[in-house]
C-alpha cells in the first residue's frame, strides 16, 4: 500500500471520527474506503474494527458521571455483551470469503435503513415504556436483546448504538443521557471483545489501523466540537445515501 492511499485512509477515518461524534454511521465510510483500497471484505471489516475502536473511548468518558449512576445496570448487561461479541467474531472468522462478500450489501442495506429510522425509532421507543424504569433492575429480555445486538456488532458492528439505544429505551427506560451513556459503554465493550478476537485470530492491516485510529481518535475530538454547527439530520441523510450506493455497487459486482 502507497503513502497516498494511507493518506486517503486516515482522512477517511477522520471523517468517520467526527460523523461517529455528530450523527453516528461512521463505519458506513470507513469500511467501503478500505475496500476500495484493495481488501477483501473480511480484512476490511476486522481492520476497519481495530481501527475506528479508539475513536469511540473519549464518548464513553465523557460521560464518567451517568455510568457511575448506572454501574449496577452496567455490570448486569456486562456479560451478554461480551459473550455476544465473542460469539458474532468467532461467526465472522468461520465465515467463508466467498459467503461474506456475498452477504456484506445486504449488511450495509442494514445498517443504512437503521441509520435512515433514527429519528422514527427515538419516537416509537419513547412511546413504548412498558417495562419498569427501576434502574436497580434489568429484565432478561434486556439481557437477550443485548446478547443478540452484540453478536451483529461483533460480526459486523455498523449501527450497534442506533439498535443498542432503541432497545435500551423499550425495556430498560431512563434518561436520554443514562441510555446514551450505557448504550456507548456497552457499544465500547461489544467492539474490544472483537478488536481482541480479531488482534489474536485474523489478518489486521496494522500498519492501517495504526494509521487510521490516529484519525479516528482526532476526527472524534474535533467532530464533538463541530456537532453544534451540523445538523446531525443532513449529515445522517447523506451517509446514508453513500451507503446504498456502495451497497448497491457491491451487489451488482
Known amino acids: 500500500m502507497d503513502a497516498l492511499q494511507i493518506v486517503v485512509l486516515t482522512a477517511v477515518s477522520m471523517c468517520a471520527g467526527a460523523i461517529n461524534a455528530v450523527a453516528g454511521g461512521g463505519t458506513l465510510l470507513s469500511f467501503p474506503a478500505l475496500m476500495a483500497a484493495g481488501f477483501d471484505a473480511k480484512v476490511a471489516n476486522i481492520t476497519n474494527t481495530v481501527a475506528i475502536w479508539p475513536g469511540s473511548v473519549g464518548g464513553s468518558l465523557a460521560y464518567r458521571q451517568e455510568l457511575g449512576e448506572r454501574k449496577r445496570r452496567l455490570w448486569l448487561l456486562f456479560a451478554p455483551s461480551v459473550l455476544g461479541a465473542l460469539v458474532g467474531a468467532l461467526l465472522l472468522l468461520s465465515t467463508p470469503q466467498s459467503a461474506f462478500n456475498a452477504v456484506v450489501p445486504f449488511l450495509i442495506y442494514f445498517a443504512c435503513g437503521l441509520l435512515a429510522a433514527q429519528s422514527r425509532l427515538t419516537q416509537l421507543t419513547q412511546s413504548m415504556r412498558f417495562i419498569s424504569a427501576d434502574v436497580t433492575q434489568v429484565p432478561i429480555v434486556a439481557h437477550l436483546s443485548i446478547f443478540a445486538i452484540a453478536v451483529y456488532g461483533g460480526y459486523f458492528g455498523a449501527g450497534i448504538g442506533i439498535m443498542m439505544l432503541a432497545v435500551l429505551s423499550v425495556v430498560a427506560p431512563d434518561t436520554l443521557h443514562h441510555s446514551n451513556a450505557l448504550k456507548g459503554m456497552l457499544a465500547l465493550v461489544i467492539n474490544f471483545v472483537a478488536l481482541v478476537c480479531f488482534a489474536i485470530l485474523a489478518p489486521v492491516a496494522w500498519s ?34 453513500y451507503g446504498l450506493v456502495v451497497a448497491t455497487v457491491l451487489l451488482l459486482r
Open 208 to 241: 492501517v489501523a495504526a494509521f487510521m485510529a490516529v484519525g479516528s481518535v482526532t476526527g472524534g475530538y474535533f467532530g464533538v466540537r463541530v456537532a453544534r454547527h451540523w445538523d446531525p439530520r443532513i449529515l445522517r441523510w447523506l451517509i446514508v445515501g
